[in-house]
């Protein structure tokens, strides 16, 4: 991995040199010190202290050049997870080469692509693995850079079609055993029992095409998607051996505005996936007197409803979420459909000096919830401090998701200084 970052990194510049002396058009490098601490525990977790290096470049009068580089240091520095993350994962976070050229622009290189309007869920983002760790302690920025080809043509004034390409694996990753939150990752329904035997992750090529409307209140997108998955295997039985090569993906997002609310809609359908039964379950499907040739299929069905809404100083977004899946006997779930509900709130204060920002989601089946809550404060234009914290609850009869985690609370401490 590092000697194709290097390839790629003397291609740019071969390539920035054959047209002329680039111009630098953007630099910063910026310190990040971080810790955590855990209260249900009584200790302290990951902490770091990491570089940002930041620069963008000016090819030619088209081209342009970027890139985010975040190397770290400290005991946790190879391996560790959490809300304070730094990881040889996002080492590289950016390099890209992109342009515009009469009505089309591209993007090319290592970078994190947003597809959609739902924060915090799964539906229309499928082009970078997540870190599950991250995502269980309520951190919405779960995405890792992968290696992404995107390129995007204007049609007219109100639309454009976009067609985007992930050749490479991008590795969702699952915590290790023994990990800093391994013991949290225990929910028997969920991400659990999902075991790669290779590296503890699910690695998938991605590509897709999105044709995009816009007018003055309104806006949507039609997008398909293909994916395909390495091999995995679920350890509680009946389980699966693996997926078949490709799954398709239809999808679309739609937005309006109405006075100060923006109300927006987003859903992702997979009309057939098919997996291959592992022997035992095969095995026990036959014994039940069940006909299959050990192949059995889904059908999924993701959704979300939101609003937003702004006012002074104010931000707000309210989601609604559904996970709806139909497969055959040996897929049956204890719940078909998963319910799911998120808010996100936002206040600035002090001229935006100071800015207050909490996420929370709840499980609706479980009447399980997550919080995380943050406080910052920008010292000056170079130095910004922040504090904040995860708390979980559990109001159900029977522990969710997060109603696993009530008693692993934990606060964290983030100091980041711009040196030039």
Known sequence: M??????????????????????????????????????????FGPGFVRLIARAELALTDRLTGKLVASPCAGPYRMQPEGVTQCTTERLLEELTLGGAYSGFD???????????????????????????????????????PNWIARGRASLN???????????????????????????EFHDAGRFANL???????LSAWAGGAELAVSRDRWSATLNVMSTQEDSFVL??????????????WLGGTASTTLGGIVLRGEFAFSPEREFTLLPQALGGLLR????????????????????????DDW?????????????????????????????????????????????????????????RASLSYDIDEDTAVTLGGTAYASMGRNAGLFGHYVGRESLFLKLRRTLF
Request: charged share 25%.
């Open 106 to 144: 591209f993007s090319l290189g290592r970078q994190v692509i947003t597809q959609g309007n739902t924060e915090g869920f799964i539906l229309l983002d499928r082009y970078n693995g997540r870190d599950f760790c991250r995502f269980a302690r309520v951190d919405v920025q779960n995405k890792l």
């Open 288 to 311: 039940q007197g069940i006909g299959t040739d050990g192949v059995d299929k889904r059908w999924n069905l993701l959704a979300s409803v939101g609003l937003e809404a702004r006012h």
């Open 235 to 248: 350890k509680t039985l009946p389980r699966l051996e693996k997926t078949r090569p490709r799954t398709l």
């Open 157 to 183: 004034g109100d639309a454009s079609l976009s067609l985007t390409f992930a050749p490479y694996s991008g590795q969702s990753r699952l915590p290790r055993q023994g990990s800093y939150c391994d013991d």
């Open 315 to 371: 931000y707000w977004a309210l989601q609604y979420f559904l996970d709806h899946a139909e497969g055959g006997p040996a897929l049956v779930r204890d719940a078909d459909s998963s319910h799911m509900m998120s808010l996100r709130t936002r206040k600035t204060f002090a001229n935006e000096t100071i800015a207050f920002d909490s996420f929370a989601i709840v499980d609706m089946d479980y009447s399980d919830l997550a919080l």
């Open 195 to 201: 075991h790669d035997p290779e590296n503890d992750s």
């Open 2 to 43: 590092t000697r194709r970052w290097l390839l790629l990194s003397l291609a740019a510049l071969a390539i920035g040199n054959a047209w002329g002396t680039p111009k630098l058009l953007y630099r910063s490098l910026e310190a990040e010190a971080a810790t955590e601490y855990q209260t249900g525990d009584g200790q």
